[in-house]
């Protein structure tokens, strides 16, 4: 059984830098084809990808925040680490991370259950 | 940048077929995901590869992609398929969500 959890701070103060750690079962991420992604959803608001990381260790990032993203994976532990610096309130939001691979074109399968996270001081 | 199109919202009678679109420029080329995703819960995984059903999704579930639009149709529309309803594709390496759609089971 796959299955992923989030963990992290639920508050963190501006201009803070964020750390989530998403830690997997079921699945290696050393295995070719496997990603492990990080998406966001504020409050009410639509889902937005963030960033990914793939079996090869090769990392992508949204255009919009990849000056501030770190993404990083410990095989060994079934981790991945997702760094996000200065944080803003208007990043006050809900942060999964998701399995997606190459054998169902990249499309996120299973979700861990989130962890909401509030910007505020 | 690549933008996906989703009506806010779509509502259905109980029994009648929903369609809910994804509109961007020469989708067609690309695979469409879906995800429905109801309220407090994380997302799930309806279609994948514009067409393909996950284990364990109904087969009232099914999904088009042509042209510049992708379309998710739900038949036999039943009041747990509430939810909102996302669509999403990979623009090269970037991962790209529509707005979503809220689906309304009249």
């Known amino acids: 059984q796959v299955t992923l959890r989030e963990s992290g701070p639920a508050l963190v103060k501006p201009t803070q830098t964020l750390t989530l750690t998403c830690t997997f079962s079921g699945f290696s991420l050393s295995t070719s084809g496997m990603c492990v992604s990080w998406i966001r959803q504020p409050p009410g608001k639509a889902l937005e990808w963030l960033a990914r990381i793939d079996w090869g260790d090769d990392k992508y990032y949204s255009t919009s925040l990849k000056t501030r993203l770190t993404i990083s994976k410990d095989t060994s532990k079934n981790q991945v680490v997702l760094t996000m610096t200065n944080m803003d309130p208007v990043d006050t939001a809900t942060y999964y991370c998701?399995?997606?691979?190459?054998?169902?074109?990249?499309?996120?399968?299973?979700w861990g259950q989130g962890t909401i996270v509030t910007v505020s001081s | 940048s690549y933008v996906l199109t989703q009506p806010p919202s779509v509502s259905v009678a109980p029994g009648q077929t929903a369609r809910i679109t994804c509109g961007e420029n020469n989708i067609g080329s690309k695979s469409v995901h879906w995800y429905q995703q109801k309220p407090g819960q994380a997302p799930v995984l309806v279609i994948y590869y514009d067409s393909a059903r996950p284990s364990g999704i109904p087969e009232r579930f099914s999904g088009s992609n042509s042209g510049n639009t992708a379309t998710l149709t739900i038949s036999r529309v039943e009041a747990g398929d509430e939810a909102d309803y996302y669509c999403q594709v990979w623009d090269g390496s970037l991962g790209i969500f529509g707005g979503g759609t809220k689906l309304t089971v009249l």
């Open positions: 998701a399995r997606n691979g190459r054998g169902n074109s990249y499309a996120f399968d299973i």
